[in-house]
């Protein structure tokens, strides 16, 4: 017999939630096929057999195991069942293309493919809400709720749900942040259009020569550093009676999954280039949402951003991030008249956004936040002080 234990997704992290089984007791598996998604409070990780054989369960779905416990043995020398296809040697893989990769399992994320399985839904027919037709857990449960043709649709049904490790994690630091830090929020409002004007005429060369797109985000993190470099105390924990200041700026970016809000950190970002920002970015978002960020690459940071703009949000106050002291809020662009800082008196449409700043104010000072807030805005409306790399 060959066991199957829980392996540990961190140091910090002691306990984790089993999910659905993928194979039921007593059923044949092959070696490496994916048994079980366990999920911590701050990643998700995938259980593969580790050998070929017979599987016998020791632990129930949705429960509570400590890390190292075991929860299923494989029978090594179990009789491979009639009609059971031995596997055939990996071949040589060859590129899909976007239509072909949409009618493969990858197209349904792994909780899309749990939640569905669960609810007697096929998820390979949905339609995908996420990144190229992906299914998320969103469009399952829309589809779960759909009112289906010749069913009752006054139906008051109730149901609950358990929260996830992650979600339960998430609402411990809200509140936390809320009770412990004196959180302020200040606002003003950035004028986009020399972002978007050098993001047009560059976005085609800057790929080419570093292989990734640019992205709005990459301008923010650069000025956020640039900021952080001139207001350090807004890159600074409280500790007890003590401010720790830090020589390196780690910039943590909100990304909404259907597991839940992640937090991948960009080390060391006051070394970057725009280039580097933008690839770290993209990587660190791919992997969040399809779940295989190490809890590693989501501890710690030093300062966060969050773009509820991307859901068309256009005003919020963050709430702080703790230890962290601030937290920058992106939002929707949208044209407003303003007046035209190149022909005073007169009115124009512009593309702009609301920028928000919450901060904990035991530490940083309004005038400092708004500082801070003031030297983001002059970098996004005169982006030629940042270096393009191009």
């Given at each position: ?225 640039s900021a952080l470099q001139k207001y350090p ?158």
């Amino acid at each position: 017999m060959v066991e199957v234990t829980i392996p540990s997704p961190g140091e910090s992290i002691t306990e984790v939630t089993l999910g659905t089984w993928r194979k039921k007791d007593g059923e044949w598996v092959e070696k490496d096929e994916l048994l079980n998604e366990i999920e911590s409070d701050k990643a998700t990780l995938e259980l593969l057999a580790p050998a070929a054989g017979m599987l016998a369960l020791n632990a129930r779905s949705g429960s509570e195991q400590k890390i190292g416990a075991l929860v299923a043995k494989v029978d090594e020398t179990a009789k491979r069942p009639a009609g059971s296809k031995v596997p055939k040697a990996a071949a040589v893989k060859v590129p899909k293309t976007p239509k072909d990769d949409m009618t493969t399992t990858s197209r349904v994320s792994g909780v899309a493919r749990k939640v569905a399985a669960e609810r007697g839904i096929d998820a390979a027919k949905l339609p995908g809400s996420g990144p190229s037709g992906r299914v998320m857990k969103i469009d399952v449960e829309s589809a779960s709720t759909t009112v289906q043709p010749g069913s009752n649709p006054s139906t008051r049904g109730v149901r609950r749900e358990k929260m996830t490790r992650l979600r339960l994690k998430i609402a411990e630091r809200l509140v936390s942040a809320q009770h412990s830090a004196a959180m302020l929020t200040t606002f003003n409002e950035a004028d986009m259009s020399e972002v978007i004007r050098l993001r047009t005429e560059h976005k085609a060369a800057f790929e080419k020569s570093h292989g990734v797109g640019l992205g709005f985000m990459g301008f923010f993190i650069c000025s956020c550093v640039s900021a952080l470099q001139k207001y350090p105390r807004a890159n600074a924990y409280l500790v007890g009676d003590e401010v720790e200041y830090h020589d390196y700026i780690d910039v943590g970016v909100a990304v909404g999954t259907d597991r839940g809000l992640v937090v991948p950190v960009l080390r060391n970002a006051e070394a970057m280039g725009l280039a580097d920002v933008e690839r770290t970015l993209r990587d660190c978002a791919t992997r969040a949402r399809d779940g295989k960020l190490t809890v590693d690459e989501m501890m710690g940071g030093t300062f966060t951003i969050s773009n509820g703009g991307v859901y068309g949000s256009l005003m919020s106050t963050p709430i702080l991030n703790p230890p962290q002291s601030a937290i920058l809020g992106m939002h929707a662009i949208k044209k407003r008249p303003i007046e035209d800082p190149n022909a005073p008196g007169q009115i124009a449409l512009k593309p702009m956004m609301y920028l928000a700043l919450s901060y904990d104010h035991r530490i940083i000072d309004g005038a400092e936040a708004v500082g801070f807030l003031v030297h983001v805005k002059d970098c996004i409306e005169n982006p030629s002080r940042l270096v393009l790399g191009i």
